[in-house]
């Protein structure tokens, strides 16, 4: 099938794609139809039919790159100065993807490339003036010129004896060359030019997972279990954010994802404790309510402009702090798993945002992102009496025709418990669309539908009610009312 764009005269052959299960599955097409929403059915003969969905390609899956990975968990991303994408493979190495000739190397089992890391479980990459700093699980870390494939292995005894950590999780370096190094003991700084290292004692016995520059040039670390510190670089100064004694006033999470900083705002994702915001002239940090990320694990947090993109365990989501409005993006909406990774992901310098999850890498421009602007139709699909399902042909029915099309229902008295089942009429990300309903004047306020879309009642007194449905898309676009009298 050939698609052909009428804006810009380009086009594109859609092949079958055997391999991919959310490719086309048949080369012989016979129909083509585009629904209500712009979503494209297509009939093959062999392959029976398959749907395109009006917001489907929003992301870059590379398929061929994803396919080239020895492994499949992205567990860290770091750009070069070529532009090139070097990605930390957690269950086999290091690969290296040149985006200019599509073209990847691995360096690990089986490796193409000139040097192999000490294990092939990584956890952090880094890649700054030539040299690649690699986190390693059991194998501490290792310093790697990527030019001449000489590779350095630094371990728990490398600089003495248990002056350092083997499981290596963060890295940042700053304006002296100072490398800081968070692991599963806490915090550490080596000195690239005399090769010294020495602990941070004020950060120890924690997993430090995060290290960022904020406003100033103050350091922030996120811990796991010990909750966000701050080193002020002008005073030396530490200072711990952290819900320490059970009758604190400031109840702060304690297990800390990642940070971001943008311009004055510094963002904190949380385990389970959804998104906070450090406040500097209060010097506090508070929560942002956003209901959608509370009890989520936010794993990374990528500023740009007005937005937040953000990673978690449930999906991509993009947070606009300024308008307090939200969008969610699942593997409904192209992405490869809703499951990512800790604090892997960037934005390049051509502004390209990669993120890593558990089954490879997205990649997505900000501005080629589609949004579904059609609202779901709604209707009423099931009605029951007395816990029992009732259509026309059922014997003593009030219903003369189908409840999807009946507008007006008269029940006896003897049916004090009835419900109603409803639906949204869409095929274009069904899980994120949303049901409201409302029996008026029985209830004066919306009531968010349930796992079952069925709104329940029992014991009303006689009267005339009016039942009102309405359905909204993944955008939080809500439709027209629907309407059922009795």
């Not at 290091?94 to 000139?114: D, F, I, M, P």
């Not at 510094?266 to 998104?275: C, D, M, R």
Request: charged residues 20%.
């Amino acid at each position: 099938m050939f698609v052909y764009s009428l804006t810009d005269n380009t086009s594109f052959h859609l092949q079958a794609d055997y391999k991919n299960r959310h490719g086309l599955n048949d080369e012989s097409i016979e129909h083509l139809y585009v629904d209500r929403e712009q979503g494209l059915w297509i009939s093959t003969f062999y392959g029976g039919v398959n749907y395109l969905s009006p917001t489907s390609g929003n992301f870059q899956r590379h398929e061929d790159i994803n396919s080239l990975v020895n492994g499949h968990v992205i567990s860290s991303i770091s750009e070069d100065g070529q532009g090139n994408v070097w990605m930390g493979i957690e269950d086999n190495g290091v690969c290296l993807w040149n985006r200019r000739e599509q073209a990847l190397t691995n360096y690990g089992k089986n490796t193409e490339g000139a040097f192999r890391p000490s294990a092939d479980n990584v956890q952090a990459i880094l890649w700054d003036d030539g040299m690649l700093y690699i986190g390693l699980s059991g194998k501490g870390m290792d310093i790697v010129n990527p030019t001449t494939g000489s590779l350095r292995n630094y371990q728990s005894n490398s600089f003495g004896p248990h002056t350092f950590d083997n499981h290596v999780y963060a890295f940042w370096k700053d304006r002296k060359k100072v490398l800081w190094i968070g692991t599963s003991r806490g915090l550490f700084l080596l000195d690239i030019r005399t090769e010294s290292i020495r602990p941070v004692k004020e950060i120890t016995d924690t997993k430090v997972n995060c290290i960022t520059e904020g406003t100033g040039g103050d350091v922030w670390i996120s811990t796991l279990g010990k909750g966000v510190f701050r080193y002020k670089t002008q005073t030396g100064q530490w200072k711990q954010y952290a819900h320490l004694q059970p009758d604190s006033s400031v109840r702060y999470p304690n297990h800390i994802t990642t940070l971001a900083a943008e311009a004055q705002d510094l963002y904190v994702g949380t385990q389970g404790n959804g998104l906070w915001e450090y406040n500097a002239r209060t010097d506090r940090f508070s929560p942002i309510a956003v209901p959608e990320l509370e009890g989520k694990y936010i794993f990374r947090i990528l500023p740009h402009g007005q937005n937040l993109w953000i990673t978690t365990n449930k999906g991509l989501f993009c947070y606009t702090p300024a308008s307090q409005t939200l969008r969610h993006y699942t593997s409904e909406d192209g992405l490869r798993s809703n499951q990512f990774k800790v604090n892997s992901g960037l934005q390049t310098k051509d502004g390209l945002f990669i993120v890593g999850g558990v089954n490879g890498l997205n990649a997505f421009y900000e501005s080629d992102l589609r949004t579904n602007g059609i609202v779901p139709n709604v209707a009423c699909t099931h009605l029951y009496l007395r816990n029992r399902p009732t259509d026309p042909h059922t014997d003593g029915s009030p219903l003369k025709e189908s409840i999807t099309h009946t507008r007006h229902l008269t029940l006896r008295q003897s049916d004090l418990q009835f419900a109603i089942r409803f639906a949204t009429l869409s095929y274009s990300n069904t899980a994120k669309n949303k049901i409201r309903y409302r029996l008026e004047p029985f209830e004066k306020e919306w009531q968010p539908a349930n796992e079952a879309n069925t709104a329940v009642y029992t014991n009303l007194p006689a009267g005339d009610y009016v039942f009102h449905l309405q359905g909204s898309n993944g955008n939080g676009l809500w439709g027209a009312e629907r309407t059922l009298a009795r």
